[in-house]
């Protein structure tokens, strides 16, 4: 990921770095230029987001991947977390994750952490040792090739932060929790659906990610109603064919940035229906989205959620989006202890800070999301 300044403006909250170093969107991506980093915290230096947790952490692995670590408490379960935060491209990201653990850690007081900075050179070595040290689940890794690397060599219930590549070897003991648009794009088409749209127009803008919402929309918007959805691209210079569009349909669906979606709804008449995803919800007053109904995750939208209130918030103040990585540490903690004390097999569920998840078809969490609307957050 380049650093495009100081304060690591990015159009996405993790792009990772494909073999030939192009960048390509492929985890919760949000095209708003937020910076990464809380706004307070001094350029250069890497956020250190919550009191650290009495349980074990480890974060001073030597190179060589071999870990000293005391004895684990007798009956405690033991939570490796390997995360890169030693990164240049991921670590700031990797500390919000890891940062989310230890809250929960430091909670709930049912695990010992052991934590070590690892990247796709020594992800597979750092993980071994891990093992070998007494780790009964692992958090991590982050990115997709690094859980590629190490997927053949997975041995424990393991928690990859990530979708996992369909070319990586699979392993029953590999599980993926992650934020991937794709869900909730496939979640608002039902949602439509349950709504009683019929025909809607889909809006959708050119870059990577608003493409990636689109299609997934589409695809599963045929696939519960076996119509296709009518699609447009966003045209910021002449809107007149989208408004003429809008006005014929009996709901919207936005698969845009933040800037587009504003300016096209702005333009609208108030009686259309808008949808949307997470990605419009950038915090703050956003007069010009007012009424559009979205989902997110229960840790924005639902402060009396019994979860939402036992785990405190970061220490330091976030940007919307980062904020979502620290509530999945939150409950990457909660599922590695659910995984370490159940049975092999065994249905796993969690009503989460991040949705209300649940383990589906190879061995991926689903998420489900609550609704709101723009201009007030009431759960609908």
Do not use: C
Request: aromatic fraction near 4%.
């Amino acid at each position: 990921m380049q650093r495009l300044t100081p304060l690591l403006l990015v159009g996405v909250l993790l792009t990772w770095l494909t073999p030939v170093g192009a960048q390509t969107p492929d985890y919760i991506i949000q095209s708003n230029g937020a910076p990464m980093r809380a706004l307070v915290q001094p350029p250069g230096q890497t956020p250190r987001l919550a009191t650290p947790t009495p349980a074990e952490v480890r974060t001073d692995a030597p190179a060589s991947g071999a870990l000293a670590a005391k004895p684990a408490t007798r009956g405690k379960i033991r939570i490796g977390v390997i995360l890169p935060t030693e990164s240049s491209a991921l670590g700031e990201a990797a500390a919000v994750v890891r940062s989310g653990v230890e809250a929960a850690a430091q909670v709930d007081q049912s695990a010992e952490l052991y934590s070590v900075d690892a990247t796709g050179d020594n992800v597979v070595e750092r993980y071994r040792a891990a093992v070998a040290d007494g780790v009964n689940v692992v958090i991590g890794p982050l990115s997709r090739e690094s859980i590629a690397k190490l997927a053949p060599s997975v041995t424990v219930p393991t928690i990859a932060l990530n979708s996992i590549d369909r070319q990586a070897a699979a392993n029953p003991k590999l599980y993926s929790l992650s934020l991937i648009v794709e869900g909730e794009a496939r979640q608002l088409a039902r949602m439509m659906r349950d709504d009683g749209r019929a025909n809607p127009l889909l809006v959708v803008g050119g870059d990577a990610l608003s493409q990636r919402l689109g299609k997934a929309f589409a695809d599963e918007w045929r696939a519960v109603t076996g119509k296709p959805a009518r699609q447009m691209a966003f045209d910021a210079n002449d809107m007149t064919p989208l408004l003429q569009a809008a006005g014929q349909a009996d709901a919207v669906a936005l698969a845009l940035d933040v800037a587009q979606a504003a300016k096209f709804k702005s333009a609208l008449t108030p009686d259309v229906p808008v949808y949307g995803t997470s990605q419009l919800n950038i915090g703050g007053a956003q007069a010009e989205l007012a009424g559009v109904r979205f989902i997110d995750m229960p840790w924005f939208l639902m402060p009396a959620h019994p979860a939402v209130q036992r785990y405190p918030h970061p220490a330091m103040p976030l940007t919307r989006q980062t904020e979502r990585l620290y509530a999945l540490g939150i409950d990457a903690y909660r599922l590695a202890v659910l995984l370490a004390v159940g049975r092999p097999g065994a249905a796993v569920r969690l009503d989460g800070v991040t949705g209300d998840l649940k383990l589906g078809r190879d061995r991926v969490f689903e998420r489900q999301l609550p609704a709101g609307v723009m201009g007030g957050n009431a759960l609908q």
